[in-house]
């Protein structure tokens, strides 16, 4: 049931993504991604577990369990996306050609989708998961939502992970993509997520979302 939201969400965009070029960064530019990209590190992970908890319950989750693993995990995304907003904001223009620019384009843009996955929880919350085939199809209605969030999270990102600051970007731990938190077994609604972002989802309710 929960299949395509899953899929949607593991191909999310976070911080830090494989990139291309060389740069011989300045110690300006290195700096203002230390900066950025130590702060950001507790809301990758964040966005980390809370696609986990998605892609884990949809294995064996019953709707309502289902339906409260959705709300909390687009709230915790939205809450990470306003983080990076805020990380972003507060180290200030970054030292490149046009960075001020850059910047208030990345805060934009990150509270936009925070506003945007909060929607969503509001969809999925509006949801009956006593009728499993209205649930199931409001299910669909959320991942459809969910792909044109998912390019608005990789738009207001996609500047800052080019040239010179990209690059500078990649090499902080901080910024490097996020392996899902472990936790003992598939989570119920509202817990930790279980680790292992093989997971494969699939349904029972529905096969209204296949």
Excluded: H
Excluded at 9 to 27: H, P, Y
Excluded at 79 to 92: F, M, Q, S
């Amino acid at each position: 049931m929960n299949k395509k939201l899953a899929v949607a969400l593991s191909g999310a965009a976070v911080l830090a993504l494989t990139l291309s070029g060389c740069s011989d960064d300045g110690d300006k530019v290195n700096d203002w991604a230390k900066t950025v990209c130590d702060q950001a590190k507790p809301q990758i992970q964040k966005r980390a577990d809370a696609q986990q908890l998605i892609i884990s319950t949809a294995a064996d989750g019953k709707p309502a369990d289902i339906q409260a693993a959705d709300s909390k995990a687009f709230q915790d995304i939205a809450n990470a996306d306003r983080a990076l907003a805020k990380a972003i904001e507060g180290a200030g223009a970054p030292p490149v050609d046009n960075g001020e620019k850059l910047q208030q384009d990345a805060v934009k843009e990150l509270n936009s989708t925070a506003v945007a996955y909060e929607a969503l929880k509001k969809q999925v919350d509006a949801l009956d998961p006593s009728n499993q085939q209205k649930f199931a199809d409001g299910l669909q209605d959320v991942a459809d939502g969910l792909k044109k969030i998912e390019k608005m999270d990789q738009d207001a990102l996609a500047k800052l992970q080019s040239g010179e600051l990209g690059t500078a970007m990649a090499k902080q731990p901080g910024c490097q993509k996020a392996t899902p938190s472990p936790a003992g077994s598939s989570p119920k609604a509202g817990s930790t997520p279980s680790g292992g972002a093989s997971a494969k989802p699939s349904g029972s309710a529905s096969k209204s979302s296949e």
